[in-house]
């Protein structure tokens, strides 16, 4: 019978996720920015740190709505 792996995180923290193909848990994936003129790390993603494993979970990201922006450029 095999073990399940114990899960980290807090109490009522969200613990990493576990890559589905191996069962490593993933690595924060980020690229270093520079918004509002300030040097920043920001998360895009998990990536699995196996080097024969691809898997990656990109974050979800909203839009803002172009067409509204496009209107009031024009006008």
């Known amino acids: 019978m095999?073990?399940?792996?114990?899960?980290?995180?807090?109490?009522?923290?969200?613990?990493?996720?576990?890559c589905p193909k191996c069962g490593e848990y993933l690595k924060r994936s980020c690229t270093r920015s520079?918004?509002?003129?300030?040097?920043?790390?920001?998360?895009?993603?998990?990536?699995?740190?196996?080097?024969?494993?691809?898997?990656?979970?990109?974050d979800f990201v909203e839009f803002e709505d172009i067409e509204e922006g496009a209107e009031k450029g024009t006008r």
Do not use: F, L
Not at 34 to 58: F, L, Q
């Open 2 to 18: 095999t073990e399940t792996k114990r899960r980290q995180g807090q109490r009522g923290a969200t613990p990493k996720p576990i």
């Open 34 to 58: 520079n918004e509002d003129n300030k040097r920043a790390y920001v998360g895009i993603g998990w990536s699995c740190p196996s080097a024969t494993c691809d898997h990656m979970i990109k």
